[in-house]
């Protein structure tokens, strides 16, 4: 059984950044995919960024520039880096775990088995 825990959301302004954490346990990070996806009121649950197996990253074009995807194998936990937050990077973010190969899954919600419990970012203007 994986489980996946993330932490670190919270308030801030606009411009400000916030460093969100996924630490996963039944599973080493660096033969599985973590992917980080964003959820706000009214709105599906979108991708965000992702770190596979091989230690390639993917990114949302929303997030690309601001974002940054990283892993430490030490205290496998995948962290999500976010600068430059803005009122529309407003959501619900969760982690989750996968283990498929086919980009597109990587890119999407259904390629992931296992979800965290989610940890709320609100940016304010």
């Known amino acids: 059984q994986v489980q996946l825990v993330e932490s670190g959301g919270g308030l801030v302004q606009a411009g400000d950044s916030l460093r969100l954490s996924c630490a996963v346990s039944?599973?080493?990070?660096?033969?599985?995919?973590v992917g980080w996806f964003r959820q706000a009121p009214g709105k599906e649950r979108e991708f965000v960024a992702a770190i596979i197996w091989s230690g390639t990253t993917y990114y949302a074009d929303s997030v690309k520039g601001r974002f940054t995807i990283s892993r430490d194998s030490a205290k496998n936990t995948v962290y999500l880096q976010m600068n430059n937050l803005k009122p529309g990077d407003t959501a619900v973010y969760y982690c989750?775990?996968?283990?498929?190969?086919?980009?597109?899954?990587?890119?999407?919600?259904?390629?992931?088995?296992?979800w965290g419990q989610g940890t709320q970012v609100t940016v304010s203007s």
């Open positions: 039944g599973r080493a990070v660096t033969s599985y995919n």
């Open positions: 989750a775990g996968g283990d498929v190969r086919a980009t597109s899954l990587v890119l999407h919600s259904s390629g992931y088995r296992y």
